[in-house]
Nanobody, 128 residues
Framework: QVNVVASGGGLVQAGGSLRLSCAVSESILRSMLNINVKAWYRQATGSERELVAAVDAHGRTEYADSVKGRFTISENNADNTFFLEMNSLKPAATAVYYC??????????????????WGQGTQVTVSS
């Protein structure tokens, strides 16, 4: 079983900062977990879910135009966690933030779980 857990949301004033975390794990001991793409999405009320930031296995990053220069995606490959540092937050950033991992697991040479796995979402609210 693959577990993806997002955390770190909260209420912050405009201009403030928040750091979101996403922990990815797989329940079978000695199973290998390889994450190809780590990404953050957000969905505001009444809007479509949109990509905020992503990083691939080669360290290449992608950001939504609206967050460039203010948000940073980072990762800790040692424990399969990744983060979204959000600075200079604006009220328009208010949304539920979801992390997603595109991954492959293998156990004793046999492929197990593959594909996109989503965290449960964490609410970010930016007050004006």
């Amino acid at each position: 079983q693959v577990n993806v857990v997002a955390s770190g949301g909260g209420l912050v004033q405009a201009g403030g900062s928040l750091r979101l975390s996403c922990a990815v794990s797989e329940s079978i001991l000695r199973s290998m977990l390889n994450i190809n793409v780590k990404a953050w999405y957000r969905q505001a009320t009444g809007s479509e879910r949109e990509l905020v930031a992503a990083v691939d296995a080669h360290g290449r990053t992608e950001y939504a135009d609206s967050v460039k220069g203010r948000f940073t995606i980072s990762e800790n490959n040692a424990d399969n966690t990744f983060f979204l540092e959000m600075n200079s937050l604006k009220p328009a950033a208010t949304a539920v933030y979801y992390c997603k991992a595109n991954l492959i697991t293998t156990f004793q040479g046999t492929r197990g779980y593959t594909g996109d796995y989503w965290g449960q979402g964490t609410q970010v609210t930016v007050s004006s």
